[in-house]
């Protein structure tokens, strides 16, 4: 009963926090999330990495956005320069959703491969590869430029 009580409270705090980090999710979406390490988790938690990781595992949570797996809201950190040259970290999300956004603005007779969506995204800052352009293209269900063409 103990062990149950304990992974119950470790659970319960690992999520609290992860909401309390990630509160522009719940208003404004996935684009909103900010990077999250499941190492800072651990670190505030007092509890290992690995904890952690099993706590949110296959775990899922309800809200207006509908419904989520709680490991993502833990996301890694992709480094992006900002205007004033000050190296920050985003959020996979964000770049995730600039890329939709591209697309969706481009032009139907000249549509924009990987690679001039990852010139594009490295003129804003991002530090991102094409392979990478295109990993996140297909995790939106986003057809390659010549498919989209047709």
Known sequence: ISGIEARQSTLLRTA???????????????????????????GALGV?????SRAVSGKFFQCPLGVFELRSL????????????ISQAVSPAKIRARICTLIAGESPQKRLSDQALTELLKA???????????????????PTARLRGR
Do not use: N
């Open 16 to 42: 609290q926090f992860a909401v309390d980090r990630q509160q522009a999710f719940f208003s404004e979406g996935r684009s909103a999330l900010v990077p999250l390490a499941i190492s800072e988790a651990a």
């Open 48 to 52: 290992a990495d690995s904890t952690v």
């Open 74 to 85: 833990f996301m890694p950190s992709v480094r992006a320069v900002d205007a004033l040259g």
């Open 124 to 142: 804003e800052g991002f530090d991102i590869t094409r392979r990478t352009v295109a990993k996140y293209r297909d995790l939106e269900g986003i």
